[in-house]
């Protein structure tokens, strides 16, 4: 069946999208040249700030039935650099998240991924979404978004397309119990999986950041995130 696009199908997948492109202040417990990341002015923020944990500095996230994110802007090509390592620890699941529903799109972990394209070649509807959008936050969204998620369920390696976009494509990082409350060191082909989930080549990346978001299930956890770095291959 053909998708169509309707008022208010494109105001929900700019709430999904608009993560990536709408920047707040940046507050001075945030890490050099990240930037605070709303969704929208109706959206609890999540807390975001840098803490010793470990014998390290890393990034303390507390979401409450909020959501909002951190980004750093970058330019590069992900081919020269496919590989991304980070480390991530939640204090819990969130009980009630289901990625495949949108009123259930929640997750305690995310690491976001924004990557530039050529939209023209896009369906109609993927274009009325980033024209719509645009005309709305007054910035150009992304051609695509890849996110790493913390998942209660799926297996790992899962790719689950955002409810709300197909744009946006979430591959699944860690999944269930086992390790909550541990450090998890993690290490992902990044163009293996964008070419798994879009079935093309990826543009350069643009930003890359993290996000804690509860805001669908009104549910509360708290998430610690390492030093994302990307390297080539071995």
């Not at 970058?74 to 819990?92: H, N, Q």
């Not at 259930?104 to 369906?123: H, M, N, Q, S």
């Not at 936050?137 to 409810?163: C, F, H, R």
């Not at 591959?171 to 998890?184: D, I, K, R």
């Amino acid at each position: 069946m053909r998708r169509g696009v309707s008022v208010g199908c494109v105001a929900r997948i700019f709430v999904a999208c608009s993560l990536v492109a709408c920047a707040a202040a940046v507050a001075a417990d945030l890490p050099e040249s990240w930037e605070a990341l709303k969704i929208n002015d109706k959206k609890k923020p999540t807390r975001y700030r840098l803490v010793e944990e470990d014998g390290r500095k890393v990034l303390h996230a507390r979401a409450e039935a909020s959501a909002s994110g951190l980004q750093r802007t970058v330019a590069f090509s992900i081919t020269d650099r496919p590989i991304a390592s980070w480390s991530w620890k939640v204090s819990r699941l969130v009980a009630a998240a289901d990625n495949s529903r949108a009123g259930k799109e929640d997750a305690p972990a995310r690491i976001v991924l924004a990557f530039d394209g050529d939209a023209t070649k896009l369906p109609r509807v993927d274009q009325a979404v980033l024209y719509v959008s645009r005309r709305i936050s007054g910035q150009d969204l992304p051609y695509a978004t890849l996110m790493y998620i913390w998942s209660n369920k799926a297996p790992i390696g899962t790719v689950i397309e955002n409810p709300n976009s197909r744009r946006i494509q979430m591959v699944v990082a860690s999944s269930g119990p086992a390790g909550v409350g541990a450090w998890q060191k993690l290490s992902r082909d990044v163009l293996a999986d964008y070419r798994r989930a879009f079935k093309e080549e990826p543009g350069k990346l643009l930003a890359y950041g993290v996000m804690s978001d509860t805001d669908n299930t009104g549910e509360s956890v708290e998430a610690w995130y390492g030093e994302i770095e990307f390297r080539r291959r071995n």
